[in-house]
Nanobody, 117 residues
């Protein structure tokens, strides 16, 4: 089972990026999917999540109104559209798939986003 993130890179402040999380080896339709990030010297934090039924999303206060998580019924891929990027958004972004009922929890290896002029 694998989650693979892509779409990271270097972008100027105010710019946009779209991250993708592609799953393989399992069907993630029943998983809650989320994006986390970890900046240098900081703890990993939740950025955005979507429930297993796709009916609800949640965002960190710091990204509300700028980031959007989206996917289809298969939860594959899962996207994170990031607009109005700021230098403080610089981090490694991780995708997570979790099916809490049966204790399945998978993480990708991350993709680096650097926001700098």
């Amino acid at each position: 089972v694998q989650l693979v993130e892509s779409g990271g890179g270097l972008v100027q402040p105010g710019g946009s990026l779209r991250l993708s999380c592609t799953a393989s080896g399992f069907t993630f339709s029943r998983f809650a999917m989320s994006w986390y990030r970890q900046a240098p010297g900081k703890e990993r934090e939740l950025v955005a999540g979507i429930t297993s039924d796709g009916g609800s999303t949640n965002y960190a206060d710091s990204v509300k109104g700028r980031f959007t998580i989206s996917t289809d019924n298969a939860k594959n891929p899962v996207y994170l559209q990031m607009n109005s990027l700021r230098p403080e958004d610089t981090a490694v972004y991780y995708c997570r798939g979790r099916w809490a009922l049966i204790g399945m929890d998978y993480w990708g290896k991350g993709t680096l986003v650097t926001v700098s002029s």
